[in-house]
Nanobody, 123 residues
Framework: QVQLVESGGGLVQAGGSLRLSCAASGRTFSRYSMGWFRQAPGKGRAFVAAISWSGSSTDYEDSVKGRFTISRDNAKNTVYLQMNSLKPEDTAVYLC????????????????WGQGTQVTVSS
């Protein structure tokens, strides 16, 4: 089992940037694929980005391609989401997740979740 804690959320103007961090506990962090999801008011939880355990493969939801970058530092047990050119539509609670599902960068099958960090983008 892995425990996840997100940080880095906040209020930012449209066009600005934020970098979210997800700190993971446990000795087997490097064996987990990691993902970022978001949940906006009145909407369900939606996939944002994912990264394989090695960091060699990534996947992004279409609306964030070219703006967001997911990365990880296994030595620090941390996964990041760099968010640039933020839009009001990006406003949501962002959650990181971990899965032992083998593959490049899965969009589903996540079993472990953080509590989330609020990102608010004003226009």
């Amino acid at each position: 089992q892995v425990q996840l804690v997100e940080s880095g959320g906040g209020l930012v103007q449209a066009g600005g940037s934020l970098r979210l961090s997800c700190a993971a506990s446990g000795r087997t962090f490097s064996r987990y694929s990691m993902g970022w999801f978001r949940q906006a008011p009145g909407k369900g939880r939606a996939f944002v980005a994912a990264i394989s355990w090695s960091g060699s493969s990534t996947d992004y939801e279409d609306s964030v391609k070219g703006r967001f970058t997911i990365s990880r530092d296994n030595a620090k047990n941390t996964v990041y989401l760099q968010m640039n050119s933020l839009k009001p539509e990006d406003t949501a609670v962002y959650l990181c997740a971990a899965t032992t599902v083998l593959g490049a960068a899965p969009r589903s099958g996540y079993d472990y979740w953080g509590q989330g960090t609020q990102v608010t983008v004003s226009s």
